[in-house]
């Protein structure tokens, strides 16, 4: 009855560990992501790699936790009293009852504003046609001359020097000095890009640095810098930061290049691939007229056989085969010259960008494959000639003209048959004998088919 009577009617108490894990089930419901600024402060990162720090204004701040899987991402780590932005997550510690962020992305607080500058920009850009490709400017095969505009002291103009030195070291470089960050930078490049343009030596322009924050790069975003690259009347590339840095010059440039030294490798030619090319050129030549030797060699030879006996054919194919050679050495001297012309263009455009005793080799090669050509010509033409004298010879040899000139004659009977033999005549029949200027008729009185000697019948 006492107990009854004594009996607790307060309401139940929450546990501490309940009353936190509502709590946070609340915030984690309510707030399911949100964008926080302020001041960083108290920051610190133990050996588990993980980021904890507080966001505070000028009234308030927050506890902030951001695990290693996610800041890892972060390309620059923020140090005590940046001004960044978080997105995240609201929630409680548990353990401690403390209300807090779990930061999911960090970024400095004006990126924000610089990403929309840049998309309005990149739009009104692009609205008014300085991104079409039909406006971009192609680029020289071999550049005469190239400039830069960028830092004299950093690292891209470093590496854009070594690459067209190891690539092409005869093309002269002239660098327009900038600075490239920084609030002065924007001015200082528009001006550089302006007296390139107005230097007029080069014939591409490289325009770019290193890698660096999007408030590094941030001058190569202003609408004075593009709209000078849009300007130029010079070919131009942008080559600003790394490869996955995207600029406003990156889309009004001719060609964009993901670093500095991709931009020299673009923009020069390889010296090498050069030589290949002009041995190439020089093997084809000489295969191309010997080709050329070889058909006409077999046309004349099959023209040679279709000579025949008599003597007028024989002096127009001589005619023909004398038209030939003729023909043969003006087409071989005129492919000569055409090939010394080009050879001559070829080793001044060399002299310009390779090095003086490689030019000179290749000269020499080419002077000693001429000459070979020359020889070889020659040599297939005194042949050929000596060659028409001996048919011309054999031709006279069996001539029937020669035959009777030597003393012979051509003994015909009245019906203009050839006699052979003694037998096929009789005393009083009538014959003629073809000598070599005339014919001779006569009346045959005596026969005498021995293989003797003729003797008169009387004696």
């Not at 546990?15 to 402060?41: C, D, I, P």
């Not at 060609?255 to 673009?266: G, N, Q």
Request: aromatic residues 4%; hydrophobic residues 40%; glycine residues 6%.
């Amino acid at each position: 009855m006492v107990n009854d009577v004594f009996q607790d009617t307060r309401p139940r108490a929450l546990s501490v560990s309940e009353l936190n894990h509502q709590a946070r089930h609340l915030l984690e419901t309510s707030f399911m992501q949100v964008w926080v600024e302020g001041e960083l402060s108290g920051f610190s990162r133990p050996s588990s790699g993980h980021w904890y720090f507080s966001l505070k204004d000028q009234k308030s701040q927050v506890r902030c936790a951001m695990f290693r899987g996610l800041n890892q991402r972060i390309r620059t780590i923020p140090k005590e009293g940046d001004q960044v932005r978080i997105r995240g997550k609201v929630t409680l510690y548990e353990n401690r009852g403390d209300f807090q962020i779990i930061a999911e992305h960090i970024e400095p607080a004006g990126l924000g504003a610089l990403q929309q500058a840049f998309e309005e920009l990149k739009r009104k850009l692009q609205s008014e046609g300085l991104f079409e490709v039909a406006r971009k400017k192609p680029f020289p095969t071999l550049p005469a001359h190239i400039g830069v505009v960028t830092s004299p002291t950093g690292a891209a103009i470093h590496d854009i020097l070594t690459v067209l030195a190891r690539r092409c070291p005869a093309i002269p470089v002239t660098v327009y000095p900038t600075t490239v960050q920084g609030k002065p930078a924007t001015a200082e490049i528009v001006r550089a890009i302006e007296l390139a343009q107005a230097h007029g030596v080069a014939d591409v322009l490289i325009i770019g640095r290193g890698g660096g924050s999007l408030e590094d790069l941030w001058c190569f975003n202003e609408e004075a810098v593009a709209r000078a690259i849009a300007a130029c009347t010079m070919p131009t590339v942008s080559a600003v930061g790394h490869e996955t840095d995207v600029t406003i010059a990156d889309f009004v440039a001719d060609l964009r290049a993901p670093t500095p030294s991709a931009a020299a490798e673009k923009v020069s030619p390889d010296q090498k691939d050069m030589l290949r090319q002009i041995n190439d050129r020089e093997f084809r030549l000489a295969n191309a007229a010997r080709r050329a030797l070889q058909r006409l060699n077999t046309k004349l030879e099959h023209l040679s056989a279709r000579l025949r006996d008599p003597r007028r054919e024989l002096l127009e194919k001589a005619q023909r085969l004398d038209d030939l050679e003729l023909r043969l050495g003006k087409a071989m001297g005129q492919r000569l010259d055409r090939s010394q012309v080009r050879s001559n263009h070829l080793a001044q455009r060399l002299t310009m960008q390779s090095p003086g005793k490689q030019l000179a080799n290749s000269r020499d090669a080419l002077d000693r494959s001429a000459s070979q050509l020359d020889q070889a010509i020659q040599r297939i033409l005194t042949k050929l000639q000596d060659r028409l004298k001996h048919t011309a010879g054999t031709l006279n040899v069996v001539s029937p003209l020669a035959t009777l000139g030597r003393g012979y004659a051509i003994v015909r009977d009245e019906h203009g048959s050839i006699i052979r033999n003694a037998r096929d005549v009789a005393a009083g029949d009538r014959i003629s004998a073809h000598v070599a200027n005339g014919t001779v008729m006569a009346e045959v009185k005596f026969v005498n088919p021995e293989n003797s000697w003729f003797k008169n019948p009387g004696n």
